[in-house]
């Protein structure tokens, strides 16, 4: 599956594999859709998933089997928000690197963002994208932009872009700052029955700034990026989609006002989901006093009272998803002074281990819990067909080895970049293994 290549690792995915029936053993299956929590063995044939059961059902062809005690077994994870960077940098990352670091990670599934260059705003670069993505080792779903070029001037031909195979809109890296214009949109949405996913920022208040406005920015000497530039966009975005019925999705959720109006919105029936991201849950702006231009991102990472609202509500349902905004760039965007550097940080590699290691270790969120924060609502928001292990069904797995002690060292990663803000933290729980279609695409091998 994996052989070296001029000192690289790369993926090699064995075909052959999906002829003959796969049989996962002694693993804890964990599919929250089906209330499904037990150790049972999981019967793979073609491709789907034709069994679920504590014995082995009778089979007249010889089946190849998986022995994965001690671990999870659950259904595909799936990362709502990604930049591939393809077209127009792939010096900074390509479908095929990021899909490796994607199925490195864990990941079956992936939704790229539309800010590429060219901008994803047309259905030929829509179909670019998905013609790309056929022979990688995890399914990509394209993100078509709301706006042509995310000028936020005149929309985005949703129609051609959702037949071509776009799951949802995005200006992602902007708000679409004409409210008229984003309530046609949340109207147009509505035609498709795609969301909208809606990056929450007034940018006339963060104009020129680096990291969260407050006091660690007035002690390190850096302008700042107030929490209410987020919070403002997110009330006009809730109350669009109030007035106007569409579905809308808030980005990369980082502060505690923003969680409120999130929760409130639902309270009142709001067709609202939300998503935050593993740098919101571990981090702080604290984390920033070293200057490490690896814990930079848009937005900023905020109060250690804005992370302890963030994690409550992923605990309360008022965060539906946990994404990686996975954002990767060259060594010449962050080897630069913290002022000049640029704004993100990579993440698939490192989610779930961030995720395992501050949340489900620490009884925050149970297994069946990051479940449907990584798998089902992902699913269910983007209208895919993963999230699950029913019958039927694709054969979409990840295998979580729980109790796995690990240091990330980004000179490992499957990405391009090594822009990773968690580089040298130790972490517990990875993905052992990856099954895309009933086909072992990765297996992490072990020290």
């Not at 129609?159 to 984003?182: F, I, P």
């Not at 020129?208 to 407050?214: D, I, K, L, S």
């Amino acid at each position: 599956m994996l052989k070296k290549e001029n000192g690289q690792t790369l993926f090699q995915i064995d075909a052959t594999q999906a002829t003959q029936p796969l049989l996962i053993t002694g693993g804890r299956v964990i599919d929250p859709a089906n209330t499904i929590d037990d150790i049972v063995k999981v019967l793979i044939v073609d491709g789907k998933i034709v069994s679920i059961s504590k014995e082995t059902p009778p089979m007249s062809e010889p089946i190849r089997e998986l022995d994965v005690r001690g671990q999870w077994v659950v259904p595909g994870l799936i990362d709502m928000h990604v930049h591939l960077r393809e077209p127009g940098r792939e010096d900074k990352e390509t479908i095929l690197t990021g899909t490796q670091a994607a199925a490195a990670g864990g990941f079956t599934g992936i939704a790229c963002m539309p800010n590429t260059n060219p901008v994803l705003d047309e259905e030929s670069k829509i179909r670019y994208v998905i013609q790309r993505a056929e022979e990688c080792p995890c399914r990509v779903f394209p993100i078509g932009s709301i706006t042509k070029g995310l000028l936020g001037e005149e929309l985005s031909p949703f129609g051609e872009m959702v037949h071509a195979g776009a799951v949802a809109v995005s200006d992602d890296g902007k708000s679409v700052r004409k409210s008229a214009l984003m309530k046609n949109a949340c109207n147009y949405s509505k035609s498709f029955s795609v969301p909208l996913i809606c990056h929450c920022e007034e940018s006339d208040l963060t104009a020129g700034g680096h990291m969260n406005e407050g006091a660690v920015s007035t002690r390190l000497g850096l302008r700042g990026m107030p929490a209410i530039a987020e919070e403002i966009v997110v009330a006009r975005d809730i109350m669009l989609a109030e007035y106007t019925g569409a579905r809308v999705h808030i980005a990369h959720v980082s502060t505690a006002g923003s969680v409120e109006l999130i929760r409130a919105a639902k309270a009142r029936g709001v067709r609202l989901s939300a998503e935050t991201c593993p740098h919101y849950i571990a981090l702080c702006d604290e984390d920033c006093a070293t200057y490490d231009t690896n814990k930079k991102m848009n937005p900023p990472l905020r109060t250690r009272a804005d992370r302890a609202a963030v994690i409550a509500g992923l605990t309360d349902g008022a965060i539906d998803c946990i994404a990686s905004d996975h954002a990767p760039h060259v060594s010449e965007d962050k080897d630069v002074e913290f002022d000049a550097a640029s704004f993100g940080v990579i993440g698939m590699e490192t989610m779930l281990g961030v995720v395992m290691t501050y949340l489900v270790k620490k009884d925050l969120l149970l297994p069946a819990d990051l479940v449907e924060k990584m798998s089902l609502n992902p699913s269910r928001i983007l209208g895919l067909a993963g999230g699950t292990l029913s019958l039927g069904s694709n054969a979409d797995i990840t295998i979580i080895d729980p109790l796995a002690d690990w240091k990330v060292d980004s000179r490992m990663f499957y990405s391009k970049a090594r822009n990773c803000a968690f580089e040298g933290f130790d972490l517990q729980g990875y993905a052992g293994y990856t099954i895309l279609g009933g086909r072992i695409v990765y297996q992490r091998r072990k020290p």
